[in-house]
Every structure is written in C-alpha cells, then in structure tokens.
C-alpha cells in the first residue's frame, strides 16, 4: 500500500516563505509523478505544480505550474528516494489552504486530478495579512 505523508505547514505572515515535504512509501510504489494540490475553505482542491520521478518516460519539461504560483513556488525532488519539496515564496493569504501532496503512474507531470492515484492526508497553510 502507498502512504504520502505531507508535513512543512503553518501560519506564517504574507511576503514569508514555507517549504513543504512529502514522503512516498510503500512496497510498491512506482510511481512517476508527484505533484502538490491545494484546497482553500469553500472552494475545490485546485492544482499547485507536479513534477516527474526518476524514471519516468516523459520528454517534455519536467515541471509544470499553476498560473497563479509561477515565479513564487518550485517543486523538487530528492534524487534517489521518492520525496518532493515545494517551495512556497512570498506568499499570500490567497495561498491559504490545505495542501495535498499526490501520486500518479503516469509519465506526464499533468494537472488533471483524477490523474493521480494517490493521495496524502494533507498539511494545513495559512497566510496572515
């Protein structure tokens, strides 16, 4: 069974920075994206970014970004074990929500949810004005 297990959240002022983690286990992970989702109150789960995994067949850019964290967040990945960071700078109260970190077997770093077939528990963040 796969297990993604977020952590890094908080409450922090607008303009500071944050940097989440999450964690892939499980004796059959083979997973060739992860990416980061978020869901402020109110609203539907929205995607952040993804990137590919060592591994995957894919021959495009290996990053891809909401419109809205361009320029603010980076994805990464660690090089040998399967972790993903994001790098969340200047941020906003509009950045507000849980954020859920996700799995797929795909190849493609894509945006599309039910791409994804595994899920964290998510970590709250919250940006105060």
């Known amino acids: 069974q796969v297990r993604l297990v977020e952590s890094g959240g908080g409450l922090v002022q607008a303009g500071s920075s944050l940097r989440l983690s999450c964690a892939a286990s499980?004796?059959?992970?083979?997973?060739?994206?992860m990416g980061w989702f978020r869901q402020a109150p109110g609203k539907e789960r929205e995607f952040v970014a993804a990137i590919t995994l060592k591994g995957a067949n894919w021959k495009g850019d290996n990053t891809n970004y909401a419109d809205s964290v361009k320029g603010r967040f980076a994805i990464s990945r660690d090089s040998e074990k399967p972790m993903v960071y994001l790098q969340m700078d200047s941020l906003e109260p509009e950045d507000t929500a849980v954020y859920y970190c996700a799995a797929s077997t795909l190849s493609v770093p894509t945006s599309i949810q039910s791409r994804y077939g595994y899920w964290g528990q998510g970590t709250q963040v919250t940006v105060s004005s």
């Open positions: 499980g004796r059959t992970f083979t997973a060739f994206v």
